[in-house]
């Protein structure tokens, strides 16, 4: 840095010796722009000098992000992009291949610190963790490098991004080498990624970064290949440089055991870095600096009027004059276009490079993509060739903290470490994830469930008691066949109507006792199958009304038993007042409040079919809602009301002296069916989904056997299996 402060003091003051301090300076050779330097750090001192007095200067390898910077450097250009997009491009490339846990090494120069400030902003923002953020530099102790080369073998990233310094990497590389760490994926920056020296390296094969775009000069290679000796014995650098690279000596030297060159040497011949013109990087960016400055001057010194140019040779031209032109330069040159921003930079384009092994062996550099910041965001970066990786490798290495969470989990961030440092955490119970590594997990939609994985949601299993199901096979298996044993009892007692054991019981109400039982058995098929608006309404009414009506034939039967016995107590007269007339309007009447509180329920709130979504999480019931509860439970209160009554009356009539006395059975009957509704209130509030149905067909079925086997049962036995009693001495016997 004091030699670039030197070099800028002398060319202010026109190259001379003296520094001139009073108001008179010397005006001889004023510099009217810079080209150079070459490093940042030189270039930051030399701008700020440079910069008081409004002369340019374009720097070819100055890439620190700092010198944008138009407050502190007004007057520096440069034609090599910031390390702000290179930053930005190895963050792009780093998240690109699923890197997310890295080790960064750095210079600890103006070049490093400034570039890897910005690469770690850029990381941040993609999501990737650093483990290791270690500089140094070249002129460091060799306890300082040797730390820095145990932090990567002692690491547990396998990604290395290294923003540094052809000299300082060569120097960490060397260290590296005395005792191999395991395969390392090197993420390289323009300054060392192109350097053919550090090449040699064999353990940085599959090394990718980003290099300043490569360019052929015209004429460059035929320039330097025609060399007269004439040029090189007025130079001494070229003296040098041909010693050296034919191992000759130009001239006899007593002191030098070198042959003398003998003039067959030919550059032509030469295969050195010296000869290979097709790999020019940084020299492409002094050509365009060049051109760019004499395109200033050009433009300063030159107008265009009445189309052609015109240029004035004895302008007194300025450096402000310069430095204006060179803000509006803006040509193509080289098949390149050559302008500045704001910032006095260019437009950002990278070369995307790869160190792979050639057919010889030997490490060779390969551009497999590049990365243009004048694209749209997120169409930056483009990959279009094969990539070796580490050791030779054809697959992306895996460098990562955690695992990726697979859909099904989340990621539980581990206490104390970076956020790429987590477990892996399966979904609670109805939620998930589907996508890997989520931060949490979402509930499924009501009518929705996850999968067994906890990765997708799919549609909750519809259930409802359907016609297929075992269970429902054997409730209706039962439902028929308890309405054919109905039947059957109706035809056997039609068949024999005019005995005297049907007689004696009231015929007409045991044929619409059996008629009711049978549409008893056959409502519990209502109950079966998908609930629809008309089922749900008819399943309940139905049900309410045939009871009813079956109780009612019950009760008439009952009070019948009664009314005749005391009708045969002398003067009682009673029968004329309870004869089948009266029977049938009792049946009707009984019936016929059942029928109105049904209407009203249905037309005030009927039952409808609903999805129940509370009773289990993992599916939907499908179900009749009551609609208005209170219409349910005075239906079947009013059932039960007259079944109670109609147990008391039985009760009471149980010990009449009479061989066909009807009340003993009817007794049964009523205790079997208020026992078997007594417990189904319980058993239909506790049961789950669709077996609240089942238990309330079961309680049908139940009470609707027990009124069948109690009341007809004995009757159907005597009048097949023991025609002797079914006669009229047997009736008139009493106990």
């Given at each position: 840095?004091?030699?670039?402060?030197?070099?800028?003091?002398?060319?202010?003051?026109?190259?001379?010796?003296?520094?001139?301090?009073?108001?008179?300076?010397?005006?001889?050779?004023?510099?009217?722009?810079?080209?150079?330097?070459?490093?940042?750090?030189?270039?930051?001192?030399?701008?700020?000098?440079?910069?008081?007095?409004?002369?340019?200067?374009?720097?070819?390898?100055?890439?620190c992000a700092c010198l944008s910077d138009k407050q502190q450097f007004p007057s520096f250009f440069r034609t090599i992009p910031s390390d702000h997009y290179q930053a930005d491009a190895l963050a792009k490339l780093v998240k690109h291949f699923g890197w997310t846990w890295i080790g960064v090494v750095h210079s600890n120069s103006d070049y490093g610190n400034d570039g890897i400030a910005s690469f770690l902003k850029a990381v941040v923002r993609?999501?990737?963790?650093?483990?290791?953020?270690?500089?140094?530099?070249?002129?460091?102790?060799?306890?300082?490098?040797?730390?820095?080369?145990?932090?990567?073998?002692?690491?547990?990233?396998?990604?290395?991004?290294?923003?540094t310094a052809v000299g300082d990497m060569k120097v960490l590389l060397e260290e590296l080498a005395l005792d191999l760490p395991s395969p390392r994926q090197w993420i390289a920056s323009e300054a060392w990624v192109t350097d053919p020296n550090l090449m040699s390296f064999s353990f940085c094969a599959g090394a990718i970064g980003v290099a300043i775009q490569r360019s052929v000069i015209p004429g460059l290679r035929d320039f330097l290949l025609?060399i007269s000796p004439s040029e090189l014995a007025a130079s001494s650098v070229l003296t040098e440089f041909w010693e050296d690279a034919f191992n000759c000596k130009l001239n006899e030297s007593l002191d030098s055991d070198k042959r003398v060159c003998d003039g067959t040497e030919t550059l032509q011949s030469l295969k050195n870095p010296y000869t290979e013109t097709s790999q020019l990087r940084v020299t492409n960016m002094m050509y365009k600096?060049?051109?760019?400055?004499?395109?200033?001057?050009?433009?300063?010194?030159?107008?265009?009027?009445?189309?052609?140019?015109?240029?004035?040779?004895?302008?007194?031209?300025?450096?402000?004059?310069?430095?204006?032109?060179?803000?509006?330069?803006?040509?193509?040159?080289?098949?390149?276009?050559?302008?500045?921003?704001?910032?006095?930079?260019?437009?950002?384009?990278?070369?995307?490079?790869?160190?792979?092994?050639?057919?010889?062996?030997?490490?060779?550099?390969?551009?497999?993509?590049?990365?243009?910041?004048?694209?749209?965001?997120?169409?930056?970066?483009?990959?279009?060739?094969?990539?070796?990786?580490?050791?030779?490798?054809?697959?992306?290495?895996?460098?990562?903290?955690?695992?990726?969470?697979?859909?099904?989990?989340?990621?539980?961030?581990?206490?104390?470490?970076?956020?790429?440092?987590?477990?892996?955490?399966?979904?609670?119970?109805?939620?998930?994830?589907?996508?890997?590594?989520?931060?949490?997990?979402?509930?499924?939609?009501?009518?929705?469930?996850?999968?067994?994985?906890?990765?997708?949601?799919?549609?909750?299993?519809?259930?409802?008691?359907?016609?297929?199901?075992?269970?429902?096979?054997?409730?209706?298996?039962?439902?028929?066949?308890?309405?054919?044993?109905?039947?059957?009892?109706?035809?056997?007692?039609?068949?024999?109507?005019?005995?005297?054991?049907?007689?004696?019981?009231?015929?007409?109400?045991?044929?619409?006792?059996?008629?009711?039982?049978?549409?008893?058995?056959?409502?519990?098929?209502?109950?079966?199958?998908?609930?629809?608006?008309?089922?749900?309404?008819?399943?309940?009414?139905?049900?309410?009304?045939?009871?009813?009506?079956?109780?009612?034939?019950?009760?008439?039967?009952?009070?019948?038993?009664?009314?005749?016995?005391?009708?045969?107590?002398?003067?009682?007269?009673?029968?004329?007042?309870?004869?089948?007339?009266?029977?049938?309007?009792?049946?009707?009447?009984?019936?016929?409040?059942?029928?109105?509180?049904?209407?009203?329920?249905?037309?005030?709130?009927?039952?409808?079919?609903?999805?129940?979504?509370?009773?289990?999480?993992?599916?939907?019931?499908?179900?009749?809602?009551?609609?208005?509860?209170?219409?349910?439970?005075?239906?079947?209160?009013?059932?039960?009301?007259?079944?109670?009554?109609?147990?008391?009356?039985?009760?009471?009539?149980?010990?009449?002296?009479?061989?066909?006395?009807?009340?003993?059975?009817?007794?049964?009957?009523?205790?079997?069916?208020?026992?078997?509704?007594?417990?189904?209130?319980?058993?239909?509030?506790?049961?789950?989904?669709?077996?609240?149905?089942?238990?309330?067909?079961?309680?049908?079925?139940?009470?609707?056997?027990?009124?069948?086997?109690?009341?007809?049962?004995?009757?159907?036995?005597?009048?097949?299996?023991?025609?002797?009693?079914?006669?009229?001495?047997?009736?008139?016997?009493?106990?």
């Open positions: 840095m004091p030699v670039s402060v030197l070099v800028a003091v002398q060319l202010l003051n026109g190259e001379e010796p003296l520094f001139y301090k009073g108001t008179n300076c010397s005006q001889s050779g004023v510099v009217m722009g810079v080209v150079g330097d070459s490093g940042s750090t030189p270039s930051i001192s030399m701008s700020r000098i440079f910069g008081s007095f409004n002369i340019p200067l374009v720097s070819s390898f100055s890439t993609e999501g990737i963790c650093v483990e290791y953020t270690e500089s140094f530099f070249r002129t460091d102790p060799r306890s300082s490098i040797q730390r820095v080369a145990d932090v990567i073998r002692r690491s547990t990233a396998k990604v290395v991004v290294a923003f025609n600096a060049v051109f760019a400055m004499a395109h200033a001057i050009h433009n300063a010194v030159c107008k265009e009027i009445n189309a052609t140019i015109q240029c004035d040779k004895h302008i007194k031209l300025e450096p402000k004059q310069v430095f204006t032109e060179l803000k509006k330069v803006n040509f193509s040159k080289n098949g390149y276009q050559v302008s500045f921003d704001a910032n006095g930079d260019p437009v950002a384009f990278y070369e995307l490079v790869n160190w792979q092994r050639g057919e010889s062996g030997s490490i060779e550099l390969v551009t497999v993509g590049y990365y243009d910041a004048s694209l749209p965001k997120g169409q930056e970066f483009h990959i279009n060739r094969n990539i070796t990786w580490a050791y030779g490798g054809t697959q992306v290495p895996v460098s990562m903290c955690s695992k990726n969470c697979p859909p099904g989990t989340r990621k539980v961030l581990q206490k104390g470490k970076p956020i790429c440092c987590y477990d892996c955490i399966p979904c609670p119970e109805g939620e998930i994830s589907n996508m890997t590594n989520s931060p949490d997990c979402f509930s499924c939609s009501r009518e929705f469930w996850p999968n067994a994985e906890k990765d997708a949601c799919f549609p909750k299993p519809v259930e409802f008691l359907s016609f297929d199901e075992s269970l429902s096979i054997i409730l209706a298996a039962f439902s028929v066949g308890g309405a054919c044993l109905a039947i059957i009892t109706l035809v056997i007692f039609f068949r024999h109507r005019k005995s005297p054991i049907v007689r004696a019981n009231n015929s007409e109400l045991s044929f619409l006792l059996l008629f009711s039982l049978t549409l008893c058995f056959l409502c519990s098929l209502t109950f079966i199958g998908e609930p629809s608006e008309w089922s749900c309404m008819l399943r309940h009414t139905a049900f309410g009304i045939t009871f009813v009506l079956c109780i009612s034939c019950v009760l008439g039967k009952t009070v019948m038993v009664l009314m005749a016995f005391k009708a045969t107590l002398p003067g009682n007269n009673v029968m004329k007042w309870f004869g089948p007339p009266q029977q049938r309007i009792t049946v009707v009447i009984l019936t016929f409040f059942q029928v109105l509180i049904c209407i009203v329920w249905l037309i005030l709130s009927p039952p409808f079919p609903m999805k129940n979504l509370n009773t289990y999480k993992e599916k939907i019931i499908l179900e009749c809602a009551l609609g208005s509860a209170i219409g349910f439970w005075v239906v079947l209160g009013y059932i039960g009301l007259l079944a109670v009554f109609c147990f008391i009356l039985a009760v009471l009539a149980r010990k009449l002296p009479d061989n066909f006395n009807e009340a003993k059975m009817i007794t049964f009957s009523m205790l079997i069916f208020c026992a078997v509704w007594i417990t189904f209130i319980p058993a239909y509030v506790s049961s789950p989904g669709k077996f609240t149905v089942a238990v309330e067909i079961f309680a049908i079925l139940a009470s609707t056997f027990g009124l069948i086997l109690c009341i007809f049962a004995p009757k159907c036995f005597i009048i097949v299996f023991q025609p002797q009693k079914n006669t009229k001495k047997y009736l008139m016997n009493k106990n």
